[in-house]
Structure formats: structure tokens, C-alpha cells
């Protein structure tokens, strides 16, 4: 059985961050994942996970400067420093947590750029070997350029391959539901050929991004077939609620 993790980046939002934790227990969840830590110390993070009960199932590596544009550093060979600082950076806040698994983004290139596609293999490595010594697992995840026009990891066969190339044994595919509906569609046989790589999964209605079951897909359906192919990993709910985030969680209670 998956189980929910809350996306505290894009549910909650009717409260400050660090309020988002109390909320998610509130409403059910055992679990969290957002996309950045980093604007609160460590401990503060790590005291409301104690407080609440909570998992931390995931974050993400530093992404650069988000606010002028950067989304992940890994295929950036001119920012390779940054990203080996990043690796030290996020695992300080693993250690802190206690999450299992990092996200690394990739960053804005093109796969046919031979030194974007060397560095994202020299930082893959890196960070598997250093993310490997603490038991953690390393994530990436194919996003449609829809949303992130220019991301370098567009393509899930991509990522596949890439994993299957590297031989990394912590390196494991991040299966956004919404991004492979909108990147190939194929969703229940995407995840029945990858399933053995898959080491997180997320979940949002294509086309909106609200909650699950109120898009063009059968949410129910892929989350069924999630349990049935054995997936007993995190589902991180990864959706802007259309509305209240406790309003619209009546399709959570019903897969429950
Ligand atoms: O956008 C997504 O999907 C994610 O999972 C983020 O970590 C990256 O933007
Ligand atoms: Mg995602």
C-alpha cells in the first residue's frame, strides 16, 4: 500500500511553512516532502517533524538561484562547485530529518549538449556515492517543459536509460504522475516497465495541477495499480489545492 505523503510546498499554503507540518497531521497525514528546506535552520525542521510524528520522505538538493531562474545544477558544468557544495548542504539536513531519499534537479540544458550530459553523469555519481555512505537514496525526475520550458531531464526513457547506464545501486527513478501524463501519457505501462526503478512516486490532476480525480486522468485507477505492482513507497501529494487544502482531501480519505 503507497503511502501519502503531504507536499507542504503547494498544500497548506493557508498557512506559514512551518505551521504546514501541524496542519498535515491534523488532517491525517503521516508523512511530508516540499521542495526546499532551506530558508529554516535544520533543527527547526527537525523539531517540527518530532513534534507532529511525522516522515520526512523527501526533499530536493539546492536548485541555484531559483529566483532568478536556475532549477537544479547538475548538468550545469560551470556550476559544478555549487553542486558539490549543495551535496554537502542537503545532507545536513538529511542527517537532521532523517529522510531517506533526495531529489537532485537536473537544471536548464539540452541532452545533446555532450558537456551538459557529462556533468549530469559526474554529478549523479557524486552525489550517489556521497548520499550512498549515509544510506540515502538519490532521486531524478523527467518534468515536463510545459511548466519548465528548457529542463534538462524531459523524457522518462531518458532517465531510464540513464540509470541503467550509470549503474548507481541508490539511483532511482522519481515518477511524477502528472509530468508523465503530460510528457508521454502510457501512465499504467510507464509504471509497469519502471516500476523496479521507481523510488518515489507523486501524484497531481493533468491538466491543473488540483487534487487527484479532478482531471482527464483516473487518479484511482494509477493508484490502484500502484498497489497492485507492489509499490509500498511514498505517493507525495504534489498538488495546489483548488481551494481549502482540508477541502479537497475527501479523494484521499476514499482511496484510504
Ligand atoms: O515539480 C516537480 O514535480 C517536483 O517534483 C519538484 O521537485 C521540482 O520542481
Ligand atoms: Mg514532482
Partial sequence: MPR??????????EFDFLDRFAAAKHAGFDAVEYLFPYDYPPEA????????GLTQAL???????WAAGDRGLAALPARA????ASIDTALRYAKATGVGRVHVM?????????????????ALRRVCDAAGARGLDVLIEPINTRDMPGYFLDDFGAAADLIAELGLANLKLQFDIYHRQILHGDVLMGLR???SLIGHVQ?????DRHEPGTGELDDMRVLRELDALGYDGFVGCEYRP????????GWLRAFA
Fill in 106 to 122: 537536473s537544471g536548464l540544458a539540452s541532452r545533446q549538449d555532450a558537456a551538459a550530459l557529462d556533468a549530469y553523469r559526474d
Fill in 193 to 195: 516497465e519502471l516500476a
Fill in 81 to 84: 562547485e555549487e553542486f558539490r
Fill in 242 to 249: 483548488a481551494g481549502r487544502t482540508e477541502d479537497g482531501l
Fill in 4 to 13: 501519502f505523503a503531504a507536499n507542504l510546498t503547494m498544500m497548506f499554503g
Fill in 59 to 65: 526533499f530536493n538538493l539546492p536548485p541555484g538561484d
Fill in 203 to 207: 501524484i497531481a490532476a493533468v491538466p
Fill in 45 to 52: 525542521i527537525a523539531e517540527k517533524l518530532h513534534d507532529h
